[in-house]
């Protein structure tokens, strides 16, 4: 099998910029919704990571007729009965803890929100979750998840990553997702587990 360019279906340059590292070697060029001269929006209106980014591999796919990676990822937080979850890229917006207005930054006011609800809480497990699904229209698909588990800090620290990354502190670590380079990241980030596990599967298919 023989593929040339792979859309990965995202607009959030920090992502695709994570994607386009790991899927450095593999001789494909990668393209964003940036890139597509038509655009359409797909809702992330599930209730699991699967289902989001099934749906969003799938109408992109079919859309554009290309092959797709699509990813729905988020933060669990044990405290919180696993939120923002599902929601964490609109955390800020839903009624759980109350919904904040967006002051800097979107990601910010999640972050603001993140650590108002645990301003008294001793128990800040967490984790990362990462779905990938690889879509090729009217062909097959398959997917892979990865985790990354740790705590949520007192305060925001670091500039180099996006999302809940200032504020996660991954196992085994006393720095922040956002103060590792880009390279240590993807070696012990949901991302990059999920991604790496996905390649395998792709070297397989396209040898």
């Known amino acids: 099998m023989r593929i040339d360019k792979i859309l990965v279906a995202t607009t959030n340059k920090g992502k695709l910029k994570e994607f386009k590292k790991l899927f450095g070697d593999l001789g494909i060029q990668i393209l964003s919704l940036d890139d597509m001269p038509e655009k359409i929006k ?16 799938k109408e992109y796919g079919d859309f554009y007729k290309i092959p797709v990676i699509a990813e729905d990822a ?15 890229a609109r955390f800020y917006s839903i009624d759980f803890g109350g919904v904040y207005q967006i002051k800097e930054s979107i990601d910010r006011t999640n972050i603001e929100k993140l650590l108002d609800l645990l301003k008294d809480e001793k128990n800040r497990k967490a984790r990362f979750v990462s779905v990938v699904v690889f879509y090729i229209p009217e062909d097959f698909g398959l997917w892979t998840e990865g985790y ?19 504020v996660f502190i991954p196992e085994g670590y006393k720095k922040t997702m956002a103060e590792l380079d880009l390279e240590e990241k993807n070696r012990i980030s949901h991302r990059g587990k999920a991604v790496r596990k996905l390649m395998e599967k792709l070297r397989y298919l396209l040898s």
């Open 148 to 166: 990354c588990y740790g705590k949520i800090a007192e305060k925001p620290e670091g500039e180099k990553g996006f999302g809940y990354d200032p």
């Open 74 to 88: 988020g933060l669990e937080v044990e405290a919180l009965k696993n939120y923002p979850g599902v929601y964490s």
């Open 42 to 57: 797909v809702e992330e209106d599930r209730e699991t990571f699967l289902e989001n980014a099934v749906k969003k591999a």
